[in-house]
């Protein structure tokens, strides 16, 4: 039986308030066996009837690299003419990745024609397949962050583009692309807040009572 004291509380909270998404990394390499240690702990996370949807992709090919480089800036361009005015010229000044920083990059996947967990709870919600790996990925992300290790979310990619470049099965649904590194700042806002993107509402704008 292990029990967790206020203390701990506490400093959990200050992890889920100093996680980051991360685009700006320094270049020193992840300790080796980094990136399996975290995706140790993602397969500890909740999944739909225990299936374990979630497919892990270590991309180290520098051609392979690139190749999702390229489809992010493809993707980041198309983005950009969907913005006019001043909104398009804040845009054009975010960084919205780090792929070309990020010692360590990991695509995530969900295996929709798995039959672990013998379908149990998928029946009515077959997209409880892809929360569960995003359940998995959050437990990574704060698993990194209380390691000093920064994750950054990409998903201004072609999923169809994506699956060629890494060749993996089509059952496996893209779920998202992280990019992993040590961060170059710490911060306890988010950095599109920063930017004057958008800001960080209060949880009663988002919870109703009946
Ligand atoms: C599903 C999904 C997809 C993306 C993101 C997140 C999630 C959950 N985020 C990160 C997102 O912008 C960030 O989480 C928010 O701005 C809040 O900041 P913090 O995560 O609190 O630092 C993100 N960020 C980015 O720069 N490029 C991206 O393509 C994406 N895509």
């Given at each position: 039986m292990v029990e967790f004291d206020d203390a701990f509380r506490r400093h959990l909270h200050e992890l889920f308030v100093w996680r980051r998404d991360v685009r700006r990394f320094r270049s020193d390499p992840l300790p080796a066996g980094a990136i399996d240690r975290l995706i140790e702990t993602a397969c500890l996370s909740p999944s739909v009837g225990l299936s374990q949807p979630w497919r892990f992709v270590i991309v180290d090919d520098d051609a392979r690299r690139r190749a999702v480089t390229d489809d992010f800036k493809a993707c980041n361009a198309d983005a950009l003419n969907c913005y006019s005015g001043d909104r398009a010229a804040r845009y054009a000044t975010l960084?919205?990745?780090?792929l070309e920083q990020a010692p360590g990059h990991l695509a995530v996947f969900a295996?929709?024609?798995?039959d672990i967990g013998h379908g149990l709870g998928r029946?009515?919600?077959?997209e409880t397949t892809e929360y569960s790996v995003v359940s998995a990925i959050t437990a990574m992300w704060l698993a990194a962050r209380a390691e000093g290790i920064g994750l950054g979310w990409v998903s201004i990619l072609s999923p169809d583009r994506i699956h060629a470049i890494l060749d993996v099965p089509s059952s496996w649904k893209f779920i998202a692309y992280l990019c992993i590194g040590y961060p170059e700042i710490e911060c306890d806002r988010p950095e599109l807040e920063q930017a004057k993107w958008e800001h960080r509402r209060g949880a009663d704008e988002f919870t109703l009572r009946r």
């Open positions: 960084k919205l990745s780090g295996d929709k024609a798995s029946a009515t919600m077959p």
